[in-house]
């Protein structure tokens, strides 16, 4: 493939781009599509799917998040996804180990060991049994009534995310702004079950169409994954992508190009932790380094919302959400041209619409 555009080739296969032949018309088919959406804020990860999706409002996420069509739960890296009930199973089979992993040091700290999560699991399970979805003080409430001690913040919190990566519990619907938790038998009572191999195939095959071209790094990274793992998985797929080099990395993607690309310019608001910029260990495909030293570059650009104008990263915006509009304020680390500025524009009136379909 002659002159790889990775930026634009990520855009399409990411779905982010407008002029996309790729239709999906729920959030569960965007979120199976991409494997998972991070979404430790659960805003911003609601605008991340919302954004894949044309014409999707921020009540439909909800809704969908409401009805179980989607889940919310830890499963790579470690942090919250957003993940389909049809993956969650075979996904944290495969992940949830190497996740343990990473907690480790944080278990021991927190003097909590397989004894005492054996016994949290079966105390959540059965205060959640029967359909009832729980806030996380609700649970505290459960485990400290049954001689559990659940301490500071951060000893709760491993124990509930070990209940997640265990398979017990998963998201509820939220109650007003709260979070609740459900017992995963009953928020995904029928979901496939396959061989390790076969999740191995399945997670390296969704990662590397949705997300390339990408490294084996990146999907290790991504993916949580050990690198042998990542090397037996792309072994296993490799034949359904095409590879190419560049500066001395292997980037694979799938073998079919996009036939059409966004004009220039267009713009996008990213939201913070979006799957386009934190699924790569090397952004420099879509950020220049030389710019976090510009007002509102910042080093950390995964926590910032980030403003894309052709796939590169050009700036930073936040917004203040009133009753019945958003306010974006915009950080260029350049001034923009003429149509540029009415590119913006148009990026900015896409947010407002997914917020406020009705205005």
Known sequence: MPDLDIAQQRLYNQLITRQNERSFDTPEAVIQWLGAV???????????????LPGATDDDIEQAMADGAILRTHILRPTWHFVSPADIRWMLALTAPRVNAANASYYRQTELDDTIFARSNAV?????????????????????????ETGALLRLGYIIMRAELDGIICSGARRGKQFTYALLDERAPQTETIDREEALAR????????????????????????AADARAGLAMVGSQFIHEEIDGQTYWLPPSTPSVKDPSPTVYLLPNFDEYIVSYTDRSAIFDESQVHKPGGRGDILSNRTILIDGQIAGTWKATLKKDAAIVAPTFFTPLNAAEQSAFAAAEERYRAFLYPQK
């Open 203 to 226: 997670l390296t095959s969704r990662y590397f169409m949705s997300h390339g071209p990408a490294t084996l790094q990146d999907f290790v990274w991504w993916s949580s994954l050990t």
């Open 124 to 148: 959540l399970a059965e205060a959640l049994r029967g359909g009832k979805q729980l806030t996380r003080q609700e649970l505290r409430s459960a485990l400290n009534h049954a001689g559990i």
């Open 38 to 52: 991070q979404a430790q804020d659960y805003g911003a990860a609601k605008w991340a799917v919302g954004l894949r």
